[in-house]
């Protein structure tokens, strides 16, 4: 029996032994991934097997960079650049670099922390439930355009985007992000997918991939940043709008009706004119009526466009575009889409009134109620009307 007890305790330490060798390590440069998902509403506590959490401090900048993904969940790398400008700041970035090397996971476990609340924040601003995971951390060094050092932190932000069908709009769940001085945030999106809004005014732009806001220069306020994308010949009705079943037929009718109406006008005019000829024989044709009223065609044949353009008119040639949004009874994504083609084609102009978009048709007069309210005019520029 006492032989018996020996034998299972040696079994029992060479097991602990062997967990122990195989829990994950780390080398400088890169971290095996650990299960860290963030609860609804849950403070982050450090797991078992991690140390207590060490900040990055002391960097010169850093840099967030934001990569929207088509699911809703967004990658995000954040870049503490320490610069090796002489032997001093040299010195310091080899400890850095040396600590991150010897205890990575201490360093997850403060990036983790550092993160908590924003990501609970958002969850609470946007009611989407999130979580973040794939925690990475490495190191880097270069010389250009002079010598520094990074820690490089990477991990995954699952529903931190809204997205709708060719439509993402993102920005909301940073409803806790403080862009500090030393520090820039950059928002890219996915390839196909162009930059339709965004607020504030970037400090630095690609319209086609990347938006971005430096620190110094940039305060964010309630509700931004904020930025709209849709992807590249999405049709109008794409964004989460139900399918326009009608569109496909749209072009036919229009011309249809059209005939209709034409021959209507010239069956009328024939009439008209025969009816002057018998009493005044000397007549050459009558003279059409200068309050003939026009007809326009139902709604259900106008295509999208047409739809907000003949709106416009009807009010004025300008109106707001919160207002285009309630009166056709769309979503803000559809609204914006459509908007933008006819941007593109020059059939409206758009422009800033505080902080809201104002549309007017090129030719338009003042006197509707949107120029009662100000005497704002002209086309925004690019930029203007891509601050949402």
């Known amino acids: 029996m006492l032989l018996a007890a020996l034998v299972v305790g040696a079994l029992s330490l ?19 991934p650990v299960d860290d ?23 010169d900048r850093v840099k967030t960079r934001i990569e929207l993904l088509e699911n809703s969940s967004a990658s995000v790398t954040v870049t503490y650049r320490y610069l090796r400008s002489d032997n001093a700041s040299a010195t310091e970035w080899e400890d850095i670099r040396a600590n991150v090397s010897a205890s990575p996971g201490s360093y997850l476990a403060g990036e983790r922390a550092r993160w908590n609340d924003t990501v609970a924040a958002g969850q609470n601003a946007t009611g989407r439930e999130m979580g ?31 997205v709708e069908p060719k439509w993402i709009g993102a920005g909301d769940a940073l409803s806790r992000f403080a862009l500090e001085d030393r520090a820039t945030l950059r928002i890219q999106w996915p390839d ?16 086609r991939t990347v938006v971005g806001w430096h620190g110094e220069e940039t305060d ?11 992807h590249e010949g999405a049709p109008p009705e794409t964004a989460g709008a139900a399918p326009d079943t009608s569109r496909s037929i749209v072009p036919f009718a229009v011309v249809g009706l059209t005939i209709v109406l034409l ?27 200068a309050d003939e009223p026009s007809v326009a065609p139902s709604p259900d044949l106008m295509s999208n466009e047409e739809r907000v353009l003949s709106l416009l008119r009807s009010n004025g040639g300008r109106m707001k575009q919160q207002t285009v949004v309630a009166e056709l009874d769309w979503t803000e994504a559809k609204t914006s889409q459509v908007v933008g083609d006819l941007r593109d084609g020059g059939a409206v102009e758009v422009f800033r009134l505080g902080r809201e978009n104002v549309l007017a048709v090129p030719d338009h007069e003042p006197g ?9 005019g002209g086309p925004a520029t690019d ?6």
């Open 132 to 162: 973040v995971s794939d925690f990475a951390i490495r190191t880097e060094e270069g010389m250009t355009p002079q010598a520094y050092g990074d820690v490089i932190v990477t991990f995954r932000w699952a529903s931190f985007a809204q």
């Open 37 to 59: 998902s963030l609860g609804t509403g849950v403070t982050w506590q450090p797991q078992s097997n991690e140390t207590d959490p060490t900040l990055v401090t002391e960097f």
């Open 383 to 388: 930029d203007g009307e891509d601050a949402g």
């Open 263 to 289: 021959g209507v006008a010239v069956a009328w005019w024939f009439r008209r004119a025969d009816a002057d000829r018998r009493t005044d024989p000397d007549a050459d044709q009558p003279a059409v009526p």
């Open 368 to 376: 509707s109620a949107v120029d009662a309210e100000t005497d704002v």
């Open 220 to 230: 964010f306020l309630e509700d931004e940043p904020w930025i709209e994308v849709i």
């Open 192 to 207: 196909g997918y162009v930059l339709q809004d965004a607020s504030p005014d970037p400090d630095d732009t690609d319209r």
């Open 14 to 32: 060479g097991s602990v032994s062997v967990l122990a060798s195989t829990a994950p390590t780390a080398t400088d440069g890169a971290v095996a």
